[in-house]
């Protein structure tokens, strides 16, 4: 559906945001500790606590660690931290200066080595490599322990100032250990969750592409009939000239007043009888199955919207097998008597006894038996006919051949134009099903143009509908046209508006068009011209 996607990919951001985050929050209290060192010493209450014992080494140091954290601060945009080797330089230049800023202020006894507790923790959450970390740690105790010894030598300390020295090493030591060890609990964990994630993300993506390449339309109504979330099919059969992008937040209504008829009874009653309707005149024929989001809920439902053409085709095999059983009877019960009729007229018309009355109704006969028989015969070419094969047309090229050889066929006079300006248009459709579709539509145009104006002629139209993905063809005649209160029985079987007609080959015609993915209708033009419009799919070149 159009619905963004909530979910990032977990397994590429978590991790590297989690240690920005910590390298961050390790650099804001470096920079906060190294001002305060640096303000205990000008401070008059806090003097005499820091660099009692060499005040210029202290103020050094102390100058030299704000200077490092705000390079720091200064780096934070770039991806450093990310570095196990620059990590472990950090830390050993906090060592460094913690180290000789106790020094300064007498050792052990001022309790600035305290700090190293800190550092050697953070060392053991963001250095994942454990030898790196545990020897943070070691060098950590190492420089305690050695500075202690020098002020004891240098009679600064007394010996027994070894054994907090000591003491102090043992809790690095153990800080370093127990934080690696819950930092490694807690990395599995977020590995964990970060892989149930990256499933969750992966499984959402799956659906979303599931839903989207769908032929059912999807659509997420609310309560009020507003239309929330709906995939490509659901926009391809109710709103195909508008982008989905647009199609977020309008009512059901304005895609179709008779969908929106159907879910509003389904809301009120909860009953539905699945009834088809089109979207707009010429639209293929859809059908509208609604079911709620939460059972027993009175919230979001899903409308799920289906192309009614494949059951419609379905139904039209089956109903073509029917007829073909049935004409399959009639040939035989139909055809001999009839033969039979039409001989003993002909053989009537021959008597030499005949009256001219008599002989005009043997004509009568004759000729209703000839009209009797083309009604079989259509009725046969339905019964017999194969499935199509269908094949890529040229259709300019392929146009231009077929009235050519109609022309031959016809043998008498007529005009026939064709108008088709898109030379590489490529329409998918069994050549000899089109052959006798147009055939039969141009017979049709040049009858009805001979009535009305005493001349054969008509014209066919080519036009391309971008919104539907067709090719239009137009067989457009000069006659009389058809009444409105006629156009709907044009397709139905043995309707003709012609005495010698059979009523049989626009029906005909718009069964070969059905069982080629096709539409054939009456759509009279602009200037009121008569126009049967064949809608094939078309292929680009």
């Given at each position: 559906m159009n619905r963004p996607s909530i979910l990032t990919n977990p397994v590429t951001t978590s991790s590297s945001k989690q240690n920005?985050?910590?390298?961050?929050?390790?650099?804001?209290?470096?920079?906060?500790?190294?001002?305060?060192?640096?303000?205990?010493?000008?401070?008059?209450?806090?003097?005499?606590?820091?660099?009692?014992?060499?005040?210029?080494?202290?103020?050094?140091?102390?100058?030299?660690?704000?200077?490092?954290?705000?390079?720091?601060?200064?780096?934070?945009?770039?991806?450093?931290?990310?570095?196990h080797r620059y990590l472990f330089l950090v830390f050993l230049v906090d060592i460094a200066a913690i180290t000789l800023l106790a020094d300064a202020s007498g050792g052990m006894v001022s309790g600035l080595p305290i700090l190293l507790v800190i550092t050697v923790a953070a060392s053991a959450v963001m250095i994942t490599n454990r030898t790196l970390a545990t020897l943070v740690a070691a060098l950590s105790v190492l420089a305690?322990?050695?500075?202690?010894?020098?002020?004891?030598?240098?009679?600064?300390?007394?010996?027994?100032?070894?054994?907090?020295?000591?003491?102090?090493?043992?809790?690095?030591?153990?800080v370093s250990l127990m934080v690696q060890a819950i930092a490694n609990r807690l990395g599995r964990a977020e590995e964990l969750a970060r892989t149930r994630a990256s499933d969750l993300y992966n499984l959402q993506r799956l659906n979303e592409q599931i839903v989207q390449h769908m032929q059912t339309g999807i659509l997420l109504v609310s309560s009020e009939g507003r239309v929330r979330v709906m995939n490509k099919a659901a926009t391809g059969l109710l709103a195909p000239e508008r982008p989905l992008t647009v199609e977020q937040g309008r009512q059901l209504a304005e895609y179709s007043e008779e969908l929106a008829y159907q879910y509003e009874h389904w809301r009120d009653s909860g009953l539905h009888r699945a009834q088809p309707f089109s979207v707009q005149e010429g639209a293929p024929p859809v059908i509208a199955n609604f079911r709620e989001l939460q059972p027993g809920s009175q919230g979001e439902a899903l409308v799920f919207v289906e192309d009614y053409t494949p059951v419609t085709q379905y139904a039209q095999a089956l109903k073509l097998t029917s007829l073909g059983r049935l004409t399959a009877s009639i040939a035989h019960e139909i055809r001999?008597?009839?033969?039979?009729?039409?001989?003993?007229?002909?053989?009537?018309?021959?008597?030499?006894?005949?009256?001219?009355?008599?002989?005009?109704?043997?004509?009568?006969?004759?000729?209703?038996?000839?009209?009797?028989?083309?009604?079989?015969?259509?009725?046969?070419?339905?019964?017999?006919?194969?499935?199509?094969?269908?094949?890529?047309?040229?259709?300019?090229?392929?146009?231009?051949?077929?009235?050519?050889?109609?022309?031959?066929?016809?043998?008498?006079?007529?005009?026939?134009?064709?108008?088709?300006?898109?030379?590489?248009?490529?329409?998918?459709?069994?050549?000899?099903n089109l052959r006798r579709v147009l055939g039969n539509l141009l017979d049709n145009a040049l009858r009805h143009s001979k009535l009305a104006t005493g001349h054969e002629r008509a014209r066919i139209e080519v036009a391309l509908d971008?919104?539907?993905?067709?090719?239009?063809?137009?067989?457009?005649?000069?006659?009389?046209?058809?009444?409105?209160?006629?156009?709907?029985?044009?397709?139905?079987?043995?309707?003709?508006?012609?005495?010698?007609?059979?009523?049989?080959?626009?029906?005909?015609?718009?069964?070969?068009?059905?069982?080629?993915?096709?539409?054939?209708?009456y759509a009279p033009t602009n200037k009121g011209e008569s126009c049967f419009r064949l809608a094939l799919n078309k292929r680009a070149l």
């Amino acid at each position: 559906m159009n619905r963004p996607s909530i979910l990032t990919n977990p397994v590429t951001t978590s991790s590297s945001k989690q240690n920005t985050t910590l390298f961050r929050i390790y650099v804001a209290y470096r920079s906060l500790l190294s001002v305060v060192l640096l303000i205990m010493l000008v401070s008059p209450n806090t003097r005499q606590l820091v660099g009692g014992l060499n005040p210029p080494l202290y103020i050094g140091v102390a100058i030299a660690y704000v200077a490092t954290s705000v390079v720091l601060m200064g780096s934070l945009s770039a991806n450093w931290h990310q570095n196990h080797r620059y990590l472990f330089l950090v830390f050993l230049v906090d060592i460094a200066a913690i180290t000789l800023l106790a020094d300064a202020s007498g050792g052990m006894v001022s309790g600035l080595p305290i700090l190293l507790v800190i550092t050697v923790a953070a060392s053991a959450v963001m250095i994942t490599n454990r030898t790196l970390a545990t020897l943070v740690a070691a060098l950590s105790v190492l420089a305690i322990l050695l500075d202690t010894a020098r002020l004891v030598v240098v009679h600064k300390l007394a010996i027994n100032a070894l054994f907090p020295a000591g003491l102090l090493g043992l809790l690095l030591f153990g800080v370093s250990l127990m934080v690696q060890a819950i930092a490694n609990r807690l990395g599995r964990a977020e590995e964990l969750a970060r892989t149930r994630a990256s499933d969750l993300y992966n499984l959402q993506r799956l659906n979303e592409q599931i839903v989207q390449h769908m032929q059912t339309g999807i659509l997420l109504v609310s309560s009020e009939g507003r239309v929330r979330v709906m995939n490509k099919a659901a926009t391809g059969l109710l709103a195909p000239e508008r982008p989905l992008t647009v199609e977020q937040g309008r009512q059901l209504a304005e895609y179709s007043e008779e969908l929106a008829y159907q879910y509003e009874h389904w809301r009120d009653s909860g009953l539905h009888r699945a009834q088809p309707f089109s979207v707009q005149e010429g639209a293929p024929p859809v059908i509208a199955n609604f079911r709620e989001l939460q059972p027993g809920s009175q919230g979001e439902a899903l409308v799920f919207v289906e192309d009614y053409t494949p059951v419609t085709q379905y139904a039209q095999a089956l109903k073509l097998t029917s007829l073909g059983r049935l004409t399959a009877s009639i040939a035989h019960e139909i055809r001999n008597p009839l033969g039979a009729i039409s001989h003993a007229a002909q053989l009537l018309q021959e008597s030499p006894d005949l009256q001219a009355p008599d002989r005009r109704l043997a004509e009568i006969i004759q000729e209703h038996s000839a009209r009797v028989n083309q009604i079989v015969e259509s009725v046969m070419q339905i019964s017999r006919r194969e499935p199509p094969k269908p094949e890529y047309l040229l259709l300019a090229e392929w146009l231009a051949k077929f009235v050519g050889d109609y022309l031959d066929t016809l043998n008498r006079p007529a005009d026939i134009t064709v108008d088709c300006s898109y030379r590489d248009l490529l329409v998918e459709f069994d050549p000899e099903n089109l052959r006798r579709v147009l055939g039969n539509l141009l017979d049709n145009a040049l009858r009805h143009s001979k009535l009305a104006t005493g001349h054969e002629r008509a014209r066919i139209e080519v036009a391309l509908d971008f919104q539907s993905s067709q090719c239009l063809i137009d067989v457009i005649d000069y006659g009389a046209g058809v009444p409105p209160q006629d156009q709907n029985k044009l397709f139905e079987p043995f309707y003709t508006t012609v005495e010698s007609g059979s009523g049989m080959g626009l029906y005909l015609c718009q069964e070969l068009c059905e069982i080629n993915n096709a539409s054939l209708r009456y759509a009279p033009t602009n200037k009121g011209e008569s126009c049967f419009r064949l809608a094939l799919n078309k292929r680009a070149l």
